[in-house]
């Protein structure tokens, strides 16, 4: 009787030992999988690119459009502009409404050409602004500056110069305007701009997401965690 009771003394002393032992490693596996997911996200993070709307007149600013967009890429985000889709001018403005919404940061740029009007008289660097606007996504303004501006590649309407002096003025009572010289000038600025945005007006981004990798790693943690809790 009296051994019958020293040994079940003894296992007892053996299933509690058994299960600290499972916590701990328990523990040790819960810890190992949200470290590892940290880092993971850790790396997606310093990888993130943001997707950038770009809105300017292109005829007069073709090439200096080409140089933005090239300036985007090379700080590891993905630039966004009209001229990349193909759409009839009833279903422009739908397109350009969903490509801003998804969009992380807008810059609008303003040479001295108010550009293509809308049905509604403003033209459509404008109504892509303040659509940005309405839709709460940080943007950023660039006036050219005019001294050495060409005069084949200005506006000569009236009514045209009005609008994009009253356009001009708009951008400078809603926010700081950067005044730029050359394309060069204005990729700077651009790129200055848009890191700045990323760290005062951080936005979700965009991630490329090894989603399976993930999955696996959970899983396998998840295994182990029933495991260890079906022997505490």
């Excluded at 193909?86 to 490509?99: A, Q």
């Amino acid at each position: 009787m009296n051994e019958i009771k020293h040994n079940t003394a003894v296992q007892k002393i053996i299933n509690k030992t058994n299960k600290k032992r499972n916590k701990k490693i328990l523990n040790d596996v819960i810890n190992d999988f949200s470290t590892n997911a940290k880092i993971f996200f850790k790396k997606a993070n310093a990888n993130k690119k943001y997707t950038i709307f770009v809105s300017s007149t292109c005829i007069d600013l073709d090439d200096t459009r080409i140089k933005i967009f090239n300036a985007i890429l090379e700080d590891n985000n993905i630039p966004i502009g009209m001229e990349f889709f193909n759409s009839s001018s009833k279903n422009k403005i739908h397109v350009m409404e969903k490509l801003i919404q998804q969009s992380d940061y807008h810059i609008v740029i303003l040479a001295n050409r108010y550009g293509s009007l809308h049905t509604d008289g403003r033209s459509l660097t404008e109504v892509e602004y303040d659509y940005a606007k309405i839709m709460q996504v940080p943007s950023y303004g660039f006036i050219v500056n005019d001294n050495n501006w060409p005069a084949n590649k200005s506006d000569k309407n009236v009514d045209d110069i009005e609008k994009l002096n009253q356009f001009k003025e708009k951008l400078n009572k809603d926010k700081i305007v950067r005044r730029w010289d050359n394309a060069d000038h204005l990729c700077s600025l651009i790129k200055s701009a848009i890191n700045q945005g990323k760290k005062e007006d951080p936005r979700p981004g965009w991630i490329r997401w090894d989603f399976p990798k993930l999955i696996n790693e959970y899983t396998r943690n998840q295994y182990k965690i029933e495991e260890m809790e079906g022997t505490l």
